[in-house]
């Protein structure tokens, strides 16, 4: 059964920094490009940013470009984002997504989990 397992949500405030985790099981990890996405109350799910399975190569939205970093780990099953410089509209739900391929869209993801809450007082 494949399970990723998001962590390290909360609050901050603008100007901070948080890191989230994603374990993931059941699955190739090292074969999977991950991602990462957000949905805040009211709007679509969108992409934050995506890496290969190799973690060479990494993709990011206009809106977190030089302030979030994705990075991975694959001899412990687990992908990161760093956030810095936090904004109030950065506030929603966080999710890791495993797939095919690395885009910074939902479609070719396969594998989601349940997600963490991140909200950025101003």
């Known amino acids: 059964q494949v399970q990723l397992v998001e962590s390290g949500g909360g609050l901050v405030q603008a100007g901070g920094s948080l890191r989230l985790s994603c374990a993931a099981s059941?699955?190739?990890?090292?074969?999977?490009?991950m991602g990462w996405f957000r949905q805040a109350p009211g709007k679509e799910r969108e992409g934050v940013a995506a890496?290969?399975?190799?973690?060479?190569?990494?993709y990011y939205a206009d809106s977190v470009k030089g302030r979030f970093t994705i990075s991975r780990d694959n001899a412990k099953n687990t992908v990161y984002l760093q956030m810095s410089s936090l904004k109030p509209e950065d506030t929603a739900v966080y999710y890791c997504?495993?797939?095919?391929?690395?885009?910074?869209?939902?479609?070719?993801?396969?594998?989601w989990g349940q997600g963490t809450q991140v909200t950025v007082s101003s």
């Open positions: 997504a495993a797939g095919s391929v690395a885009v910074v869209s939902p479609q070719p993801y396969a594998y």
């Open positions: 059941g699955l190739p990890f090292s074969n999977k490009a």
């Open positions: 890496i290969t399975w190799s973690g060479h190569m990494t």
